[in-house]
Every structure is written in structure tokens, then in C-alpha cells.
């Protein structure tokens, strides 16, 4: 049989064309049903099947219609309908394995299964083809048909299971499906040849033919165009859902501000519009005053409206350049970006006359005020941090003095950086003073209660100044350059002690953004790991965003390095920087660490749930589990419980404790 003098040209261009369209719907609806959770993948992978059989069927009989077999033909109806059944369970098995097997190797097998399906119904396709004549077969090409059918289907949803970092995946798997498809047909019906001889039965007519080709391009598009419809109906509500998710992110629940998050990207965003243009930016940090008055007096209610209309207020003062965010609490913070030092004067007076000016409620009055402190990129600052920090400094100094006007940054009056100085270098010699510590916090299971590992937090105690809390000696250690030390100290220090652990518990040990920019960390690791004993898969870092951001591929490298080790890698403090979403997309993180700010408002406040919710729907959707920081009250864990998130960690399931392999006081866990 010769495709070119045997066929129809017209009807075997609509039977590619089906066949196209109905390969990239299969493409699109399987992608859905390996990102769907098991019940939801079941109904994504019955409407593949659905698409897939339809596909195969309607390319089958509008190919068969192109075909002239130079005798008359008629159709088993019983036989055709059998067909498509054959296709839609031999696809369904197919697509079933190729989603939810474990690796790669189980996308060949669902591949195969589905090439197996083609075959089935395109041979269950030509008994039911009745033709007035003998019909003879020729093996090998029979063989051939079935072998690239299999082949291609096995390759196209083995490039689907790829990486979706792979250029052209989706294309090329729809050229293949295509291919397994159109070369198992036309390969099939080579090896057919057709003696005409007299058959009893009537014929179908040209014009039953055409009609007949007409009702299959009619039922298989509109089941095809569905499946289409519906993947791109998820897709849009997925996007839906997760710009809904980003503008949570980024802005204040209470206030409708913008948020830390959405403050740090606008600084950015500012300090480079000025360094093109030679303007200056101007940040002001805002704390206000008495206002834990007013929530001690008139309630939390009362604050959160005081906060409202303050938000408010600040924000119709603003001009051209010019921004506000609220940073959590009464803290606030405005930015404008100006060429004279008036400008910044007339800004920074706007807002305190407005944070001065009385409030006026149905029921009370209230009457503020705001310390404020202001520097200046690029006067006071090289990096948006330190102009933050400087500001902050100021702040602290308009609030120390009382002052009735801002406060701008003088290096001279700000003592504190003095002393941060004198206490860094105290830090640097703490090791060989064995003045450092590593205690343990444990995580558990929000669910069951057990515990899921332990969590290493270095501590210090200073011999003059006593306990020296992570947060102020941490960005010391980074500031001045023995952060590696530090964190090789604590690493080892760690690892030595979960090496003796009886338990088997999991230990979890934070690394610091400029650790992760060092490409011989992996390496160390390992050394560690070897020089104390402890099994990979019992060792965990977490590290925030930040540590992505500042060298995104170098850090990934990294990370990739340390991951493929067998270390655990989770994203910790979740929703306090500012391209949290894009950080998950950039890297398969094995955990996410909710930042305690948002546990800290999940009592009795609607907004606080909803972005936990947001945030438990956005992990379960990616496969990564959920703990959430900070969980200090019953009450906090009952929400976390209810809405399903997977572990928990602070001082209700327990305190910090000295490590257990040193014979001291163990790790203490509360049960809840």
C-alpha cells in the first residue's frame, strides 16, 4: 500500500491535525495530573485517558476514511465503540504509571503502555473495518508499527518526567505523541493488502463516508477542545490564586500598606533609580510613641484602628518618589528620593505633622507622636541594609532623647556602633575562650506530637555583658568577616553531638548567607560529616532567602552540591523577604520554615489564617512540607492543627536544651 496513492490527501492532513491538537492536549492535562494530589491526579489522569483515546480513535477512523481500499466497506459499530474503550483503559494505565511513578524510568514503562493502547485500538479499529475482500498482513511491518509506536510514546512521556528546566519539552513531546500515533497507523496499514472480491452487506456510500468523517472530527474535537478548555481553566485559576498569594505577601493585612517584604524591594528599587540619575534617597524609620498605651487603655481593637488611620494618613501625604511601608507593630518606615536636603526636611515634616495631629474616634481620643530617624544613601550608606540600620539608629536616638523633631544620622552621637565594634571583637576570640554554646530546640510533628528533629541555635555568654542573644552577635560575626569560623564551630559542634544522640533525631543547623556564597562549603560538609560519624540524611540547613538573592547561581550551585550529599535543605523564615515565591521555583527545598511573625497573629486574627492557609495550599501543592516557628500558645497550635500544617517549633513544644551527648540537661520536649 503506497500512503501517497491510497489515501486521501485532504483527510489525512485533518487526521495530523487531530492528531496535533489532541497530542498537545494530552500534554497539557498530563502535566496537571502529575502537579495534582493523588484524588485530584486521579480525575487529571481520566481526562487524559479521555483525550488520549479520543485522539488516537478520531486520527484512526479519519485516517481509515482517507484510506481507498478499492472495495466496498462497512463498520461493526459494536466493534468501533470497542475500540475507543480499549484506547481510553489502555491510556488511563499509561498516563497513571508515567505520573506517579517514582523516577524517569517509570515514565518509559507508562510510555510503553500507552504505545500498547495505540496498537490495541488501531487493530480492534481494523476488525471492525469490514471490506469486500480477502485481507492479507504482513508481519513485518506489523512488527515495525508496534515497535516505533512504543517507542515514541515511551520517549514522549519520558521527556515529560524531565526536568521542567529542559528547553522545548512540551513541543517535543507533542511531536512524539504525534509521531506514535500517525507512524504505528500508516506503518499498520502498509503491512495490509486488500483483494476486492463481492460482499453481501451495503457498502457505506461516499456521502454516509463523508458524514461519517464529519460526526468523528465533531465528537473527537469537541472532547479534545474540553480537555484543553479545562487545563487551561486550572492553569488561569492556579495563576489566579497565586498573584492573590504574592499581594498577600506583599502588603499589610491591617494596614493595606506595603509590607517589609515590599519595602526591601522598593529600597532597592529606589537606591538604583538614584545611582542612574544622582539623586539621593532619603529613608525614614518611624516608631511611634504612647501607642502601647492605647492598646493597654482602649483594647487591641482600638490599636488596630489608630494604625489604620495613621496608614492612611501617611499615605495621601505622599508625593512623586515618594513611600510608605509598615514594617509590623507600630513600626513604619517612608522613603523619598530628592536632589536637595530641603526636600527631604519638607518630607520627613509632612509625616510628623501628620503621626502629631490628634485622632478622633466615636469613643476616645488619641494623640501620638513618632520618633524619627532619618539617613540618607548615598551620605550615610553604601548598601540599602546599612542605610536601614542607620536610619533604625536614629530612630533609636529621637526616642532615647525624646526628641520633637527627626532625627537625622550623625556617627558621632550614635554610641552604638561603637559598641558593636568593641563587642565584635570580643566575638572573635569567644571560641578559644569556650565561651560559646550550642543548644537545642526541638521540631515535632503538628499531627502526632513526635518529634521530628532538633534544631541547633548557638548561644554566647559574655563575661562581662552575660547571654549575647543570635541577633545581635550573628550580623556582628558576618559584618566583620569570621562568620566562616563561626559557622564551621557550630556545624562540627552540632553534627558531634546528633552523632551520639541514641534517638536517631534529625539535627538542623542555620547557614549564613556568606557561607553559602564560599563554593568549598559542600566540601567541608562533607568532611564533617565524616570526622564525626553522623549519617547525611540526619543533617539539615536552613538558610533564608537572602542567601539566594545575593549570588542566585553561584548559591545554587552550591546548594545543588550539598543536597545531592544527602543533606536536607529548608527555607527558613518564609514570608519576611521579598521574592519568597520566586526562591521556591529557583530551588526543590525539602522543608519551609514559617517565619514566627505570622504565627505570632494567628489568634483571633482572619488575615494571619488566611495567608497561613495560603501558604499550607502553596506546600502541599509543591510536596514540601510546612513548619511553622514561634508557637508559644495552645491556642496557635489548635489553628496550626486544623489547618493542616506539618510541624511546629517554639517555647509551647519546647525550650532550648543543652545537647544529651555531653551528659547535661537534654533537649526539652512539652507535649501539647
Request: hydrophobic share 50%.
Amino acid at each position: 500500500m503506497c500512503i501517497a496513492i491510497d489515501h486521501d490527501p485532504w483527510l489525512v492532513a485533518l487526521a495530523v491535525a487531530i492528531c496535533g491538537i489532541g497530542a498537545f492536549a494530552i500534554v497539557q492535562m498530563f502535566e496537571r495530573a502529575r502537579e495534582a494530589q493523588r484524588a485530584q491526579g486521579i480525575a487529571w489522569a481520566f481526562l487524559v485517558a479521555v483525550a488520549a483515546s479520543a485522539t488516537i480513535w478520531c486520527t484512526h477512523f479519519v485516517a481509515m476514511l482517507a484510506f481507498e481500499a478499492k472495495a466496498p466497506v462497512t463498520l461493526d459499530p459494536v466493534l468501533t465503540i470497542a475500540s475507543l474503550m480499549v484506547a481510553m483503559v489502555g491510556s488511563f494505565a499509561g498516563f497513571a504509571v508515567a505520573a506517579w511513578g517514582k523516577n524517569e524510568i517509570f515514565g518509559a514503562i507508562g510510555g510503553t503502555l500507552f504505545g500498547a493502547a495505540i496498537a490495541a485500538m488501531h487493530f480492534t479499529g481494523m476488525i471492525a473495518y469490514r471490506v469486500d475482500g480477502i485481507v492479507a498482513w504482513d508481519g513485518n511491518y506489523i512488527a515495525a508499527a508496534v515497535i516505533s509506536g512504543m517507542a515514541f510514546a515511551a520517549a514522549a512521556l519520558t521527556v515529560l518526567r524531565t526536568s521542567r528546566a529542559v528547553r522545548y519539552r512540551v513541543p517535543l513531546a507533542t511531536l512524539l505523541i504525534v509521531l506514535a500515533i500517525a507512524s504505528l497507523h500508516f506503518l499498520a496499514m502498509t503491512a495490509m493488502r486488500i483483494t476486492p472480491m463481492a460482499l453481501d452487506e451495503t457498502p457505506l456510500r461516499p456521502s454516509e463516508f463523508n458524514a461519517l468523517a464529519l460526526a468523528t472530527v465533531l465528537v473527537g474535537g469537541i472532547v479534545i477542545a474540553a480537555g484543553v478548555f479545562a487545563a487551561m481553566l486550572d492553569r488561569q485559576t492556579r495563576s489566579e490564586a497565586l498573584r492573590e498569594l504574592t499581594r498577600m505577601a506583599m502588603n499589610d493585612a491591617l494596614t493595606g500598606l506595603p509590607n517589609r517584604v515590599a519595602f526591601r524591594a522598593e529600597l532597592s528599587r529606589q537606591i538604583g533609580a538614584a545611582l542612574v540619575s544622582g539623586e539621593r534617597v532619603g529613608l525614614c524609620a518611624i516608631d511611634l510613641d504612647r501607642f502601647k498605651e492605647i492598646n493597654d487603655v482602649h483594647g487591641h481593637k482600638a490599636g488596630d484602628e489608630v494604625l489604620a488611620r495613621i496608614a492612611q494618613r501617611m499615605r495621601d501625604t505622599l508625593g512623586h518618589n515618594e513611600f510608605v511601608a509598615r514594617l509590623g507593630g507600630d513600626e513604619f518606615v517612608a522613603l523619598t528620593r530628592f536632589t536637595e536636603r530641603a526636600q527631604l526636611a519638607a518630607f520627613a515634616a509632612r509625616l510628623d505633622a501628620e503621626l502629631k495631629a490628634p485622632l478622633v474616634f466615636a469613643d476616645f481620643e488619641a494623640r501620638l507622636g513618632a520618633s524619627i530617624g532619618v539617613a540618607v544613601f548615598p551620605d550615610d550608606a553604601a548598601t540599602a541594609e546599612m542605610l536601614a540600620n542607620n536610619a533604625d539608629l536614629a530612630m533609636y536616638r529621637a526616642k532615647a532623647d525624646a526628641a520633637t523633631v527627626p532625627c537625622h544620622y550623625d556617627w558621632q552621637l550614635d554610641e552604638a556602633i561603637r559598641d558593636q565594634r568593641e563587642l565584635a571583637t570580643d566575638l572573635r576570640g569567644a571560641i578559644d575562650r569556650n565561651q560559646l554554646d550550642v543548644h537545642y530546640q526541638v521540631q515535632t510533628s503538628v499531627t502526632t506530637g513526635e518529634v521530628t528533629g532538633y534544631e541547633a541555635l548557638l548561644r554566647w555568654t559574655h563575661p562581662v555583658r552575660g547571654p549575647i542573644p543570635p541577633a545581635t552577635f550573628i550580623p556582628l560575626a558576618e559584618a566583620n568577616g569570621f562568620i566562616l569560623t563561626l559557622g564551621e564551630w557550630v556545624m562540627r559542634r552540632a553534627c558531634a553531638d546528633a552523632a551520639a544522640w541514641p534517638h536517631g533525631s534529625k539535627v538542623a543547623v542555620n547557614v549564613s548567607p556568606l557561607q553559602l556564597a564560599h563554593v568549598d562549603l559542600p566540601r567541608l560538609f562533607h568532611q564533617i560529616l565524616l570526622d564525626t560519624g553522623l549519617p547525611p540524611r540526619r543533617l539539615e540547613i536552613e538558610l533564608t532567602e537572602t542567601a539566594i538573592i545575593a549570588d542566585r547561581e553561584r548559591a545554587l550551585h552550591v546548594l545543588r552540591q550539598i543536597k545531592a550529599l544527602g543533606i536536607g535543605v529548608a527555607l527558613d523564615d518564609f514570608g519576611t523577604g521579598y521574592s519568597s515565591l520566586e526562591t521556591l521555583r529557583a530551588f526543590p527545598f525539602d522543608k519551609i520554615k514559617l517565619d514566627r511573625f505570622f504565627a505570632a497573629e494567628l489568634e483571633g486574627n482572619i488575615q494571619s489564617t488566611a495567608i497561613l492557609r495560603a501558604v499550607l495550599a502553596l506546600g502541599k501543592s509543591l510536596s514540601i512540607p510546612i513548619l511553622a516557628e514561634g508557637i508559644e500558645t495552645p491556642e496557635q497550635l489548635d489553628v496550626l492543627r486544623r489547618e493542616g500544617c506539618d510541624e511546629a517549633q517554639g517555647f509551647l513544644i519546647g525550650r532550648p536544651g543543652r545537647s544529651a551527648a555531653r551528659g547535661d540537661e537534654g533537649p526539652q520536649v512539652a507535649v501539647a
